[in-house]
């Protein structure tokens, strides 16, 4: 910490300031190992104050990077020290504010030694958000080293003073399902994002379910690429015994159902107050999207208060989706993925007046017959470069003759835009958006510098910004190692 390098005084006041302690960001374990010493000293000072702390947990041998530790350690002794770096973060679980630790791919072979010790952290009654990743769990479901992925049988941070969680992510992590999951644990979480969840890491159905049950102030719900069940008599009636009541419940986002799997769900879970939806079905037969859209345009099922609609994959055919925008009357942001399947799919959004009506038409019967008459922004993504929307501009043309324009357009970078001048005529804000994939952004890069892009406003979305700052040679201890640790104030 520079601030504790000033002078005498200056330093006594930072090692009492324990929130200037209590904060590590971006910390890799090898780091932690190499400098146990300087990461004991920071956990002791933060006291007792609340601690937010982003570990990942990747290459085990700590010889592996140069700019670590450029002795060649043995492979046992590089375990053992990064086993002792994590039990140090764990012991202090006892005032854990937000944890998120994160296993790479390259540490899943040492699961079976880091999982346990988690798992048997004091308990952590200040703790609140909570993330475990445990990176391409999927993919290993067949490999010896998966087996260490079994949900252990203790309560995870249970016991007599259990915290009270306000985020709970699990991204293949196993934490055990079973009727341990106490009320007190979940009574005020307000988001849960479960993703790739398979084989021992996945909840059964009543599992699920008794988890939901007990978060009623549940504000954002994801379930993302989970294996459940795929047959919907293995499913439970939507009787009114079986209903699950979120009325706080805003936003809602699924991703690897297929659509008779998700209209079940939907069914069990109504959502009557849904602010945001992000649907992604995991079958590519439009027959079987139908299923779940037909079902959230059905009376007892329309979302009256939903703002933002994002479809990904395939979606529907377009009859049923020209039901959606019609019926979906309070959306201000639509986000699509297009592909030459369902390119047709922009024209659903034109407004062509009825022939009877063309003249002398007031507003409110226009209201009535455009598709999302409250369209604000327009995000359109495509997974195939060089994908061209010729009838983009026409379609704008028409929103804004019927007063509904859209004001903010925004284009994924694979999509060739039409001629931009023309489009600023209906537009107010154009913006370029460029993927998460590293590949993607340095061919954006190069396109960029080619100056074929000039003039038009770009933004990176869902960009990786963990960089790590550069080290400044100093040669205090804790000076040397602020940036790894990034010690900050709250």
């Known amino acids: 910490m520079l601030v504790s390098s000033v002078c005498k005084h200056w330093r006594q006041v930072a090692l009492a300031t324990t929130t200037l302690w209590s904060t590590i960001a971006a910390l890799e374990l090898a780091h932690a190992a190499i400098h ?5 000293d920071m956990l002791e000072r933060s006291k007792g104050a609340p601690l937010t702390i982003s570990l990942t947990v990747d290459a085990v041998r700590l010889s592996e990077d140069p700019d670590v530790d450029p002795t060649d350690l043995p492979a046992e002794q590089s375990l053992r020290l990064a086993l002792a770096a994590f039990e140090l973060v764990v012991s202090h679980a006892w005032h854990w504010y937000d944890f998120e630790v994160e296993f790479t791919d390259e540490a899943l072979e040492h699961l079976a030694h880091f999982l346990p010790r988690l798992y048997a952290a004091p308990p952590a009654p200040l703790l609140e958000r909570l993330g475990i990743f445990i990176d391409d ?16 049988e ?14 709970l992510t699990l991204w293949g992590a196993p934490i055990g399902w079973g009727p341990y999951v106490q009320e007190a644990l979940l009574s005020e979480l307000g988001c849960l994002e479960l993703g790739l969840l398979y084989g021992p890491c996945t909840p059964t159905l009543d599992q699920l379910f008794s988890v939901l049950r007990a978060s009623p102030s549940l504000l954002r719900f994801e379930l993302n690429n989970c294996e459940l069940p795929k047959v919907a008599s293995d499913w439970p009636l939507a009787l009114e015994a079986n209903i699950i009541e979120l009325p706080k419940l805003k936003d809602l986002e699924i991703r690897g159902l297929s659509g008779t799997i998700a209209k079940k769900l939907v069914e069990l879970v109504p959502t009557p107050n849904l602010a945001v939806l992000t649907v992604e079905l995991d079958e590519f037969d439009f027959d079987d999207h139908a299923v779940f ?23 529907p055919g377009t009859d049923v989706l020209k039901r959606v925008f019609h019926a979906q009357t309070a959306v201000e942001e639509l986000v699509f993925e297009l592909t030459p399947l369902n390119i047709a799919v922009l024209e659903l959004l034109r407004y062509d007046p009825p022939p009877a009506t063309q003249d002398g038409q007031d507003h409110d019967t226009v209201l009535s017959n455009i598709p999302l008459p409250k369209l604000q922004t327009l995000r359109l993504r495509s997974p195939e470069k060089g994908f061209e929307v010729p009838n983009l501009v026409d379609v704008l043309r028409s929103r804004q003759a019927a007063l509904c324009p859209v004001r903010s357009l925004q284009l994924h970078q694979y999509i060739v835009p039409p001629d931009h001048e023309e489009m600023e005529k ?12 590293d590949d993607d952004d340095e061919e954006w890069e190069e396109e960029d510098e080619e100056g074929s892009l000039d003039g038009i406003e770009i933004f990176e979305d869902d960009l990786d910004d963990d960089e790590e700052d550069e080290d400044d040679g100093s040669d205090d201890e804790l000076d040397l190692l602020s940036s790894q640790f990034q010690a900050t104030t709250l």
Do not use: W
Not at 36 to 40: A, I, L, Y
Not at 137 to 152: F, G, K, R, S
Not at 154 to 167: D, H, S, T
């Open 36 to 40: 146990f010493d300087v990461m004991r």
């Open 137 to 152: 769990a999927a993919l290993h479901e067949d490999e010896p080293e998966n087996q260490t992925l079994v949900a252990p």
């Open 154 to 167: 203790i309560p995870l941070f249970g016991g007599v003073r259990p915290p009270q969680f306000k985020v």
């Open 293 to 315: 859209f037909e079902h959230i345009v059905s009376p007892r099922v329309l979302f009256p208060a939903l703002e933002r609609l994002c479809i990904e994959g395939f979606g």
């Open 426 to 437: 209906y537009v107010k804000d154009i913006d370029y958006f460029i993927g998460s994939d």
